[in-house]
């Protein structure tokens, strides 16, 4: 389910559709998009669990694929936006940078279990 509330417009995300890279080629989704990014509902698990997954717009490749809640999906995003120029289609993801990377996801994960994170309406995905 996408999020539809002032809290996402507010920050400058918006509904949309955007291409992703899969191994059968490119697959359009829809989510919520801004700058560089785009953020879309899949599934993340063998057994069905609902997540996240963040997109990096100029190439269509995934960021990360396996977020739990919107709202850390959302404060990754983020954190991210200023490791590099995002804008152009190929990243060089440099150890330092897939560090940097790893570092905002649990971050964001960390501010999201102390309760640091505003909750996202219609977030019905489960940080279990």
Known sequence: MLPDSQATQA??????????STPQGRL???GIVRSSFGIDPRTIDEAGTRGWSVTHLPSGLAVVRQIKVLAVALA???RIAGLTDWTVQE???????RAQ?????????DDYYAGRLAPIPQDTSSAS
């Open 11 to 20: 920050s400058g995300w918006r509904a949309a559709s955007f291409a992703i």
């Open 91 to 97: 990243i060089g993801a440099t150890p330092e940078l």
């Open 76 to 78: 990754f995003v983020d």
């Open 101 to 109: 990377v790893q570092t905002a996801l649990d971050q964001a994960y």
């Open 28 to 30: 359009t989704v829809d």
